[in-house]
């Protein structure tokens, strides 16, 4: 199962998680992804902010396989 964090501004994929061991971080909180990666998203500047119970969305994986096509500059 991946986990892609995304724009709320300009849905450009901010991270992927592909899988547990990818690194040794492990899933990151969106807290730790704002450290690690960047407070703000690269493309429209927006400030990245917590996620609400409302912006968890899970997808099949033939339209997983289009969002990671677009985002693939990230993989
Ligand atoms: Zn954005």
């Known amino acids: 199962m991946a986990v892609l964090y995304v724009c709320r501004g300009c849905d450009e994929v901010i991270y992927i998680f592909n899988r547990v061991g990818q690194d040794s971080f492990g899933l990151p909180t969106p807290s730790e992804l704002r450290g690690r990666v960047s ?6 500047g927006r400030e990245l902010g917590a996620p609400g119970i409302n912006d968890v969305i899970i997808v099949k994986r033939g339209e997983l396989r289009k969002i990671l096509k677009k985002a693939s500059g990230l993989l």
Request: charged fraction near 35%; aromatic fraction near 0%.
């Open 39 to 44: 407070s703000k998203c690269p493309k429209c």
